[in-house]
Nanobody, 118 residues
Framework: HVQLVESGGGSVQAGGSLKLSCAASGPPSSNYCMGWFRQAPGKEREGVATIHKYGITTYADSVKGRFTISRDNAKNTVYLQMNSLKPEDTAMYYC?????????????WGQGTQVTVS
């Protein structure tokens, strides 16, 4: 099974930047679609960005142009660079993995890292 550990969250002022990391252990993450999701208090979890094993990316409309997902398969790590942060980006951010393509249920999840934008 893939195990995921997120890091890089924190508190930042609006307009600032943060870079989240997701370290994967277990099977090579290169065979997996990796995604970032977030959940704000009182709201449903939403997808933020995904990256296919071949590097194809998708983004939620709310973060397009501000967030960038990337992966380093040699390090089994996925990143989420977040720029021009807004208070509405405040949420717990989760890394997730799914074997193969990005469509469908993500089977593996990290514990999350908190991002707070004031």
């Amino acid at each position: 099974h893939v195990q995921l550990v997120e890091s890089g969250g924190g508190s930042v002022q609006a307009g600032g930047s943060l870079k989240l990391s997701c370290a994967a252990s277990g099977p090579p993450s290169s065979n997996y679609c990796m995604g970032w999701f977030r959940q704000a208090p009182g709201k449903e979890r939403e997808g933020v960005a995904t990256i296919h094993k071949y590097g194809i990316t998708t983004y939620a409309d709310s973060v397009k142009g501000r967030f960038t997902i990337s992966r380093d398969n040699a390090k089994n790590t996925v990143y989420l660079q977040m720029n021009s942060l807004k208070p509405e980006d405040t949420a717990m951010y989760y890394c997730a993995a799914r074997y193969g393509v990005c469509s469908g249920v993500f089977a593996y999840w990290g514990q999350g890292t908190q991002v707070t934008v004031s």
